[in-house]
Structures are given as C-alpha cells and as structure tokens.
C-alpha cells in the first residue's frame, strides 16, 4: 500500500474540519464531530482551546473520555486539588489513552502540583502522540509541540541540575521556531554559561 501524501493528508484534514464545523453548527447528535475539532486544534494549553466548543462538547457527552480530561482540567483551573482529580483522569485515559490534549493537561497538572517525574513523563509521552498525530494529519501542531517541550525543560530544571544540558537543548529548539519565547529565552540566559 502506497503511502499518503503530504498534500493529501493536508485536504483529508481540511475536508473533515469544514465537516465538522457545519456538523457543530447543525447541533450534531454525534461526539465525533467535536471531538476533531478539539483533537486537531493548536493550543499552547488547555485554556486556549475554545471554550464554548468545550462547554457545549461536555454538555452533551459528559460521559466521554475526551469530556472527563476537559471537566478535570475546568475543576482543576478553578481551585479543584489534582489529587482529587486523579481517578477521574485515570478513567478518562483508560477510555482514551492516546489523546494529546489529555497529556496535556495532566503534564501542566503535573507540574503546577510540583510532581516534576510526572510531568516530564507525562509531556514526553503527550509529545511522542503528537508527533504521531502531526505525521498522520500532516499538521504541526507548533503551540502544542512547544508547550510540551516547555514542560519537559522546566520538569527536568526542577528534578535535577544533571538534566539542566537537556533542558537547555530543549529551550533552544523552541527558540528556533519561536525566537520571541521569553520562557526559553531567560532560562538560555541563565544556563547558557553551564555549556
């Protein structure tokens, strides 16, 4: 079997957004057209994913894998501990394991719980499945990349000064496609004498 095109994979991908956008505003009865748009947008971080698109997809799938890790990351950015979260995520990624929204949430949880070995394996593993997304969709997906490998450098820069060259060779990948990062443009500052 010949292998799909770039070009191809591009209107396959541009086909279904437009599908499902007309789906969304037709009231769909049906998870799946939400669920791509929410699974092939590109977000620096769960709060930049749209917001009625995520209160109107939980509203009528409370029950979905996808639902149960935005309602998480909604009770969690509204006060809500993560340890209390923790079996409700469990179950989200059981029903659905390989959702890179889902790791990030749980890597950004992660790390604003200061449980830095998560969130490092936690954005590594949500890294591995969107590079797999990006080469199925023929997408990038350069926010969502960047907030992984964000997460990754600052976890490693907590757990331990023998990862900070990791660290460092993360943040200047991120300053090649974003030379404006003021995250990794401080940190290369302060690390850049480790070198």
């Not at 079997?1 to 007309?22: F, G, P």
């Not at 890179?100 to 830095?116: N, P, Q, T």
């Not at 593993?125 to 990006?134: F, N, V």
């Amino acid at each position: 079997m010949a292998a799909v095109a770039y070009d191809q994979k591009t209107t396959v991908r541009e086909r279904v957004l437009s599908l499902a956008i007309a789906m969304v505003q037709h009231n769909s009865t049906s998870p799946l057209p939400y669920e791509q748009l929410l699974k092939l947008a590109d977000a620096g971080s769960p709060s930049d994913y749209d917001q009625n698109l995520q209160e109107q997809y939980i509203t009528q799938f409370p029950n979905t894998g996808l639902s149960k890790m935005i309602q998480a990351q909604m009770r969690f950015a509204n006060g809500e501990p993560r340890e209390d979260l923790v079996e409700s995520l469990e179950h989200a990624f059981r029903m659905e394991p390989n959702i890179a929204y889902g790791y990030l949430v749980i890597s950004w949880m992660d790390h604003a719980s200061r449980d830095y070995d998560s969130g490092l394996e936690h954005a590594t593993m949500g890294r591995d499945i969107l590079r797999k997304l990006a080469t199925a969709t023929a997408s990038s997906f350069p926010k969502m990349l960047r907030s992984f490998e964000l997460c990754m450098a600052g976890c490693q820069l907590k757990i331990s000064p023998k990862l900070a060259e990791n660290a460092l060779l993360l943040y200047e990948g991120i300053l090649k496609t974003d030379g404006n990062n003021i995250e990794a443009l401080e940190v290369r500052y302060c690390l850049g004498d480790l070198r």
